[in-house]
């Protein structure tokens, strides 16, 4: 049983250029959430999906970043004219119940 | 102001020793504590994780000791292994009805010496 599936696993972009993150929850799981990893601020919470609708982006930056869930198999991570301090690894999770997140093995995201 | 605080930046034990990684947390309505084990390159994986409820949740040699009303909670790894060197992060969420977003501690990187 594969696990959360991320793509790409390595993204560099210009300063400017849009930038889109894939992800793919564990089948059946009908929670998916994206964080982010930086060296400074740590792993920080960004948005979730709950059945493939937003319930919560309280962590997401108000311009520029947008995430999107079109079906229960994937889900998309857009950020738009990308910044330097942009660049992160973006994790991807989903979970089956309320707790247990399971986590994919991020995108590193830099952009030049 | 930080939600969830682990103590140690970086630990370093010898095999066979028990390491001890602490974390601390502001928010009373947390009440799930779960921690998580990453190796570079690879997502955050989950080890082991508490309820507010219990002050004790052992798993193999991975014990968590819980306490609520200082509002702390410490990762115990008995008999460490070299394979055991990774960042530990402490995560923390609310509880109530639904799926709950995750509170990291800034992690803690742990080097067993062989």
């Known amino acids: 049983n594969a696990g959360v599936i991320q793509t790409p696993r390595h993204k560099v972009t210009g300063k400017g250029q849009e930038a889109t993150l894939w992800c793919e929850p564990i089948s059946g799981h009908s929670a998916v959430f994206w964080y982010r990893q930086t060296i400074v601020q740590g792993l920080e919470f960004l948005t979730y999906?709950?059945?493939?609708?937003?319930?919560?982006d309280s962590g997401m930056p108000k311009e520029r970043f947008s995430a999107q869930m079109p079906n229960q198999s994937h889900s998309t991570l857009k950020i738009q004219s990308t910044q330097p301090q942009d660049s992160a690894v973006y994790l991807c999770?989903?979970?089956?119940?309320?707790?247990?997140?399971?986590f994919g093995p991020g995108t590193r995201l830099l952009v030049l | 102001q930080q939600q969830v605080r682990q103590s140690s930046q970086s630990l370093t034990v010898w095999e066979g020793e028990t390491a001890i990684l602490n974390c601390s947390y502001e928010n009373s309505a947390f009440d799930y504590f779960p921690w998580y084990q990453q190796f570079p390159g690879e997502g955050p994986a989950l080890l082991i994780a508490?309820?507010?409820?219990?002050d004790k949740k052992e798993d193999g040699r991975f014990t968590i000791f819980f306490n609520k009303r200082e509002k702390n909670l410490s990762l115990h790894i008995k008999d460490s292994q070299p394979g055991d060197s990774a960042t530990y992060f402490c995560a923390a969420s609310e509880g109530g009805s639904g799926y709950n977003k995750l509170t990291f501690g800034k992690g803690t990187v742990l080097l067993v010496s062989p």
């Open positions: 999770a989903s979970s089956l119940d309320q707790d247990t997140q399971y």
């Open positions: 508490i309820r507010s409820v219990s």
């Open positions: 999906f709950r059945n493939q609708a937003p319930i919560d």
